[in-house]
């Protein structure tokens, strides 16, 4: 990994924010897609000079002030700015809570977790941990995912899957969004000295290449907790799955659940799950 993951992820926001964007004008004569360093230091009320060094990494140590500056003259989001605040600790060497050695990998769910998915039958739902093995998962997960292939090795990963496996281009029509949003998962979803996720970037990096390395080095992609994947399954045909993620962060693990987006999903979930049709209610994403 980069020792400038701070310098990284301000370039990153300053070179993918139009001017149009925060009400500049757009000359004809632009290098770059995104702001001039002198448009977000005006912006931020900071100096170029200043600017240049934090992108540089010669500077780790900007006050709350500055950072909320910058992150408003960028417009992140409330999951950007906890991620911007959490890197300039990192980078400063501060935060033990945040630096600290990475927790062992838990290898299974507790009972509890267990018991919640038992209570989610037949709706297909996975226990995950932060680097994407699979822990523990329903019927109806299996029954999803199984006919693509994703459970056939003996600890399946859900990153593993997706870039080296060729049926997940086929089983993921949109799986330039699903990639996106499992690497931010595991670029931001622990620590960035975390061995366990070094290792799988490691292992991706030589199987998967410019796929995997592009989306990994991107700091400026934020992982959804809720959003929609389309899928092709070999036997209940074309579905439409929203997912919704629970946070279990004692463990660094979450639960994903999918729920069928329209009643053409809804029904093919049934017969997956030999289930009168109807037996299942599409949920309708919010606008």
């Given at each position: 990994m980069s020792d400038n993951e701070l310098g990284t992820f301000l370039r990153t926001w300053r070179e993918s924010v139009t001017p149009a964007e925060v009400g500049l004008p757009t000359g004809p004569r632009r290098r770059t897609p995104g702001l001039r360093r002198a448009e977000l230091a005006t912006l931020a009320g900071v100096s170029v000079e200043y600017l240049t060094r934090l992108e540089q990494g010669r500077d780790r140590n900007p006050s709350a002030q500055v950072l909320g500056a910058l992150a408003d003259a960028l417009n992140l989001s409330l999951r950007e700015r906890m991620?911007?605040?959490?890197?300039?600790?990192?980078?400063?060497?501060?935060?033990?809570?945040?630096?600290?050695?990475?927790?062992?990998?838990?290898?299974?769910?507790?009972?509890?977790?267990?018991?919640?998915?038992?209570?989610?039958?037949?709706?297909?739902?996975?226990?995950?941990?932060?680097?994407?093995?699979?822990?523990?998962?329903t019927g109806g997960y299996a029954r999803l995912t199984g006919p693509i292939g994703l459970l056939d090795d003996e600890r399946p990963n859900l990153l593993r899957y997706l870039f080296t496996d060729r049926r997940a281009r086929v089983a993921y029509p949109d799986w330039d969004h699903v990639a996106d949003d499992l690497v931010a998962q595991l670029r931001h979803a622990a620590p960035l000295r975390d061995p366990y996720v070094n290792d799988l970037a490691d292992e991706l990096t030589v199987t998967a290449g410019a796929a995997f390395t592009d989306r990994f080095a991107d700091l400026g992609v934020a992982a959804r907790r809720v959003g929609t994947q389309h899928l092709e399954h070999p036997e209940a045909g074309p579905l439409r799955l929203l997912h919704e993620t629970l946070a279990l962060p004692e463990e660094g693990q979450r639960i994903v659940v999918h729920l069928p987006a329209d009643d053409a999903t809804a029904a093919g979930l049934d017969r997956l799950n030999g289930r009168r049709p109807g037996a299942l209610r599409a949920v309708r994403p919010a606008v």
């Amino acid at each position: 990994m980069s020792d400038n993951e701070l310098g990284t992820f301000l370039r990153t926001w300053r070179e993918s924010v139009t001017p149009a964007e925060v009400g500049l004008p757009t000359g004809p004569r632009r290098r770059t897609p995104g702001l001039r360093r002198a448009e977000l230091a005006t912006l931020a009320g900071v100096s170029v000079e200043y600017l240049t060094r934090l992108e540089q990494g010669r500077d780790r140590n900007p006050s709350a002030q500055v950072l909320g500056a910058l992150a408003d003259a960028l417009n992140l989001s409330l999951r950007e700015r906890m991620l911007l605040r959490r890197l300039t600790a990192e980078a400063d060497g501060g935060d033990p809570l945040l630096c600290a050695a990475a927790p062992p990998l838990g290898s299974g769910a507790r009972p509890t977790v267990r018991a919640v998915l038992d209570r989610l039958e037949p709706s297909p739902a996975v226990v995950l941990n932060r680097i994407g093995d699979v822990l523990a998962h329903t019927g109806g997960y299996a029954r999803l995912t199984g006919p693509i292939g994703l459970l056939d090795d003996e600890r399946p990963n859900l990153l593993r899957y997706l870039f080296t496996d060729r049926r997940a281009r086929v089983a993921y029509p949109d799986w330039d969004h699903v990639a996106d949003d499992l690497v931010a998962q595991l670029r931001h979803a622990a620590p960035l000295r975390d061995p366990y996720v070094n290792d799988l970037a490691d292992e991706l990096t030589v199987t998967a290449g410019a796929a995997f390395t592009d989306r990994f080095a991107d700091l400026g992609v934020a992982a959804r907790r809720v959003g929609t994947q389309h899928l092709e399954h070999p036997e209940a045909g074309p579905l439409r799955l929203l997912h919704e993620t629970l946070a279990l962060p004692e463990e660094g693990q979450r639960i994903v659940v999918h729920l069928p987006a329209d009643d053409a999903t809804a029904a093919g979930l049934d017969r997956l799950n030999g289930r009168r049709p109807g037996a299942l209610r599409a949920v309708r994403p919010a606008v």
